[in-house]
C-alpha cells in the first residue's frame, strides 16, 4: 500500500485545514488506518485512527474536539479535519496504514505516507 498525503499549508491559530491521504491498491479497505505527527525535535506522536469501515475513531485527548478522522474507502482515501488550530499542533503529520485493528502506537503500521507539514502562526 503507497500513501500520499496532502493538505498541509501555513494557518493562522483557529484557523482550520483537512488533511487527505490517498492510497493505492485495491487492499486499503482492508486495513485501519492513523495519522500521527512529529513535531521538531519530538517524538512521532499518535493523533487520531480509524477502522477499516469507518465506523470507529480514536482520537488523541490532545486534539479531542478539534480534530476528526474519517475515511472514503470508494476513493481510498482518509481525512483528518483540523479546527481550531493551535501553534502547538504545529508539525509534519504522518498518515499511516497496515494494522487491520485500529491502534495508537507508531509500531501498528506498515504503512507510512511521506508527511504534510503543518504550521500554525500564533
Known amino acids: 500500500v503507497l500513501l500520499q498525503a496532502s493538505g498541509g499549508g501555513l494557518v493562522q491559530t483557529g484557523d482550520s485545514l483537512r488533511l487527505s491521504c490517498a492510497g493505492s491498491g485495491r487492499t486499503f479497505s482492508a486495513y485501519a488506518a492513523g495519522w500521527f505527527r512529529q513535531?521538531?525535535?519530538?517524538?512521532?506522536?499518535?493523533?487520531?485512527?480509524?477502522n477499516r469501515s469507518g465506523g470507529s475513531t480514536n482520537v488523541a485527548d490532545a486534539v479531542k474536539g478539534?480534530?476528526?478522522?474519517?475515511?472514503?474507502?470508494?476513493?481510498?482515501?482518509?481525512?483528518?479535519?483540523?479546527?481550531?488550530?493551535?501553534?502547538?499542533?504545529?508539525?509534519?503529520?504522518?498518515?499511516?496504514?497496515?494494522?487491520?485493528?485500529?491502534?495508537?502506537?507508531?509500531?501498528?503500521?506498515?504503512?507510512?505516507?511521506?508527511?504534510?507539514?503543518v504550521t500554525v502562526s500564533s
Open 39 to 50: 513535531a521538531p525535535g519530538k517524538e512521532r506522536e499518535f493523533v487520531a485512527a480509524i
Open 66 to 117: 478539534r480534530f476528526t478522522i474519517s475515511r472514503d474507502n470508494a476513493k481510498n482515501t482518509v481525512y483528518l479535519q483540523m479546527n481550531s488550530l493551535k501553534p502547538e499542533d504545529t508539525a509534519v503529520y504522518y498518515c499511516a496504514s497496515g494494522p487491520t485493528i485500529y491502534c495508537s502506537a507508531v509500531g501498528c503500521y506498515e504503512y507510512w505516507g511521506q508527511g504534510t507539514l
